[in-house]
């Protein structure tokens, strides 16, 4: 049978605490990832950065003055 808070002993009640605290944090994070989640789909002209492991930089500028280009492959 379930018991209120003011009827456990001390012992009983520390031990309440700290797991009410453990589901808050969990059930807060959740709520938390949703909100984050909803706010970045509210507006459809949001990007989202990417990177695609087979794409390179390409590089553009003047070639050094020793007519070495930087960055040369």
């Given amino acids: 049978m379930q018991?209120?808070?003011?009827?456990?002993n001390e012992d009983d009640r520390r031990v309440v605490r700290k797991w009410r605290l453990a589901t808050l944090g969990?059930?807060?994070?959740?709520?938390?990832?949703?909100v984050v989640y909803t706010?970045?789909?509210?507006?459809?002209e949001v990007n989202y950065a990417s990177?695609?492991?087979?794409?390179?930089?390409?590089?553009t500028g003047t070639p050094v003055?020793?007519?070495?280009?930087?960055f040369r492959p």
């Avoid at 018991?3 to 456990?8: A, G, M, S, V």
């Avoid at 059930?27 to 938390?32: R, T």
């Fill in 39 to 44: 706010v970045l789909h509210w507006n459809p």
């Fill in 3 to 8: 018991k209120f808070l003011d009827q456990l």
């Fill in 51 to 59: 990177a695609d492991s087979a794409a390179h930089a390409k590089l």
């Fill in 65 to 70: 003055s020793d007519g070495r280009a930087p």
């Fill in 26 to 34: 969990f059930y807060g994070s959740i709520l938390a990832g949703l």
